[in-house]
């Protein structure tokens, strides 16, 4: 290899490119003839053969099952509910967290006017020392 010529190395090339060329020219993988016209039953005679099983018959309690088991779902939620959370008869007394609703304008007066007062008494502490400064002005 080191000490080829330059000559052998320049024909080598020649004949390299030369093969190069005649593949460009056509497809270099060829088919053996009546290959294709047969794969499909070759294919299919080299696979086992699939027993043939019956159809299995579904019958009312398999269509019903999923029904009774979303039956049974609801049931258990509704019990641990009842259970954790009790029925409102039972809470009524004791629960800080229930409400009672009452007349709604009733409730929304009441809120109005509490909301009313707490205004007034900002708009008074806030005033109420510029006020007063005005006023210490006049009398000194």
């Known amino acids: ?20 060329n005649e593949l460009k020219n056509g497809n270099p993988f060829k088919v053996p003839d009546g290959y294709m016209e047969n794969l499909t039953s070759q294919i299919m005679d080299q696979l086992p053969e699939k027993p043939v099983t019956e159809a299995k018959q579904i019958t009312l309690m398999d269509r019903m099952r999923p029904w009774m088991y979303m039956a ?10 009842r259970f954790f959370v009790g029925s409102p008869a039972e ?6 967290l229930f409400v009672e609703s009452g007349n709604a304008h ?25 006020l007063l400064a005005e006023e210490w002005k006049y009398i000194d």
């Open 106 to 130: 009733q409730i929304a007066y009441e809120i109005q006017e509490a909301e009313d007062d707490d205004f007034f008494e900002f708009i008074e502490n806030q005033y109420a020392g510029v």
């Open 91 to 96: 809470n009524h007394g004791d629960n800080a």
């Open 1 to 20: 290899m080191f000490g080829e010529s330059k000559e052998y190395k320049a024909e080598n090339m020649k004949i390299e490119l030369n093969n190069l």
């Open 72 to 81: 049974a779902m609801f049931a258990g939620l509704g019990l641990f509910f």
